[in-house]
C-alpha cells in the first residue's frame, strides 16, 4: 500500500471509530467500508476500492490535511467534507459531470442546475462562456474533471466520437464508484462499449431522453425518457444515486420508460431514424410557407425546423450505429417506388386511354 493509501486508510478509520457518536445510519454506512466491525473490534482487512492515489488528487489533499493539522479538528473538518461532498449517499443533491457540452449537453445542464444539482463540464472545444453564464463549472482538461470526483458522469458526445472519447478519457482518476450515463440517441453502441471499457466497480445507465433542444424548449411534460439500468451495484447507496439520477426527469413530467437496449433500437429506427429522414428530405425542397397551409402542411414544416437545428453527424450516427437503419432506409425507398409506380400506372393508363380511344374509328390503322 503507498504512503498516501495508508494514511488515507488510517485516516478512514478513525473517522469511523469517532463515527460511533453520529446517527446509526452514519455510523453503519461508514463501518461497511472499513475494516473496523459496529463495535470496533478488527476483522481481516480486505480493500474492496481505492481511488487513483496520484499526488495531486482528493485522497491525498485529504490525508495531507489530516496530518499536517492538530488531530481533532481535522478529523472533525474532514468528515464533514466526506459528509457533504464526497459521498453521494449523504446528499439529496447530485454532483453531475457532462462530458460533450454542445447543443444537447448545455441543454440537459440548464434543468439539472434548475433542480439545484452541482454540474461541471468537459468539451473538446472551449464552452467557459455559455458555461458561466449558466453556473456549470467548465474544465478544458479532462483529468481536472475527473478530479473533482463527480457522483454521475454523463457522456453527451456525438454517436460517432463516443468510441474515442471514451478510450482517451482518464476514467482512472473518477472514483471507482462513479455512476456511468449515456444519453446517445442509439443504445446497444454504447451499453456494449461501456461493458467492454468501463471498470466493473463503476455503475452502467443507458438513457435516452426522446427530446431535444427543439421539442423540449416548453418544459419536458409527457416527453419519453428511456433508460436501461445495466449494470448498478446492489447497495444501497448505488441503488438509490441512481433513481435520484432518475428522479430528475421524472420531477420534470417525464414519461419514463424502462426498456433494454437491443428493444429501443428496434423502435428507435422506425420512429427517430424516419422522423430524421424525412425531416432531411423535405428540408432539400425549401417548403415555402404559404398563407393557405394546412394543419398537415404545418406539421411537416414544424418537423423540417426540428430536425434542421441537429447536426448532421447526428443523424449520421442514427444510421451507422443502429443496425436496424439500413433496412428501414431501403423500405422507405421501395415504400416511395411503390407510391410513384401507382401514380405513373394510372396516369399511362389514362393517357393511353385518351391517345386510342380519342381516335375517330375510321382513322384507326387498318380500318
Ligand atoms: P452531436 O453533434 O451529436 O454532439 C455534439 C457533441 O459531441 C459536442 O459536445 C462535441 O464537442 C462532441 N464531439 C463531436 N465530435 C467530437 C470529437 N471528435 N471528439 C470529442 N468530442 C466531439 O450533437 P448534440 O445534439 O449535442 O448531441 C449530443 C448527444 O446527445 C448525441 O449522442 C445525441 O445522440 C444525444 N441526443 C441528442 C438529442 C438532440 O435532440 N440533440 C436528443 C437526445 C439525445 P464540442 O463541444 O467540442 O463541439
Redesign the pocket.
Given at each position: 500500500m503507498s504512503t498516501a493509501t495508508s494514511s488515507t486508510y488510517s485516516l478512514f478509520n478513525t473517522i469511523v471509530e469517532r463515527s460511533q457518536h453520529l446517527p446509526y445510519v452514519f455510523h453503519r454506512q461508514l463501518c461497511g467500508q472499513s475494516n473496523l466491525n459496529c463495535h470496533g473490534r478488527h476483522r481481516p482487512m480486505s480493500i474492496c476500492s481505492v481511488d487513483a492515489a496520484q499526488s495531486f488528487d482528493y485522497e491525498h489533499k485529504l490525508s495531507s490535511s489530516h496530518s499536517s493539522s492538530s488531530k481533532t479538528t481535522a478529523s472533525s473538518r474532514n468528515l464533514e467534507k466526506l459528509f457533504s461532498s464526497s459521498d453521494a449517499s449523504f446528499d439529496l443533491k447530485l454532483k453531475i459531470a457532462i462530458v460533450?457540452?454542445?447543443?444537447?449537453?448545455?441543454?440537459l445542464a440548464r434543468t439539472f442546475i434548475q433542480q439545484g444539482h452541482s454540474v461541471i463540464a468537459y468539451?473538446?472545444?472551449d464552452?467557459t462562456s455559455v458555461a458561466t453564464s449558466l453556473n456549470v463549472k467548465f474544465f478544458s482538461d479532462p483529468h481536472d474533471l475527473c478530479e473533482e470526483h463527480p457522483d454521475v458522469v454523463i457522456?453527451?458526445?456525438?454517436?460517432?466520437?463516443?468510441e474515442?472519447?471514451i478510450k482517451s478519457f482518464p476514467l482512472h482518476r473518477l472514483r471507482r464508484n462513479t455512476l456511468f450515463v449515456?444519453?446517445?440517441?442509439?443504445k446497444e453502441f454504447p451499453r456494449n462499449l461501456f461493458i467492454q471499457t468501463l471498470p466493473r466497480e463503476f455503475d452502467v445507465l443507458c438513457t435516452?431522453?426522446?427530446?431535444?433542444?427543439?421539442?423540449?424548449k416548453d418544459g419536458w411534460g409527457g416527453l419519453p425518457f428511456v433508460y436501461d439500468k445495466v449494470r448498478i451495484g446492489d447497495v444501497e447507496s448505488r441503488i438509490n444515486r441512481c433513481n435520484r439520477f432518475l428522479e430528475i426527469f421524472e420531477k420534470e413530467g417525464c414519461k419514463m420508460v424502462e426498456m433494454s437496449c437491443m428493444e429501443h433500437d428496434k423502435h428507435a429506427a422506425s420512429s427517430q431514424f424516419m422522423t430524421h429522414t424525412l425531416g432531411r428530405v423535405l428540408s432539400r425542397l425549401n417548403l415555402p410557407i404559404t398563407p393557405i397551409g394546412t394543419k398537415g402542411y404545418e406539421t411537416l414544416l414544424s418537423l423540417v425546423e426540428n430536425t434542421r437545428?441537429?447536426?448532421f453527424?447526428?443523424y449520421y450516427?442514427?444510421f451507422m450505429y443502429n443496425k436496424n437503419s439500413t433496412d428501414l432506409l431501403v423500405n422507405f425507398e421501395e415504400a416511395f417506388d411503390e407510391v410513384k409506380k401507382e401514380l405513373f400506372e394510372k396516369l399511362h393508363d389514362v393517357v393511353r386511354k385518351q391517345l386510342f380511344e380519342s381516335i375517330p374509328e375510321d382513322n384507326k390503322i387498318g380500318s
Open positions: 460533450g457540452f454542445g447543443n444537447f449537453g448545455q441543454f468539451s473538446r472545444t464552452h457522456l453527451c458526445t456525438s454517436i460517432l466520437s463516443t474515442a472519447v449515456d444519453v446517445l440517441s442509439v435516452h431522453p426522446m427530446f431535444g433542444p427543439e421539442s423540449g437545428k441537429d447536426s453527424d447526428l450516427g442514427l
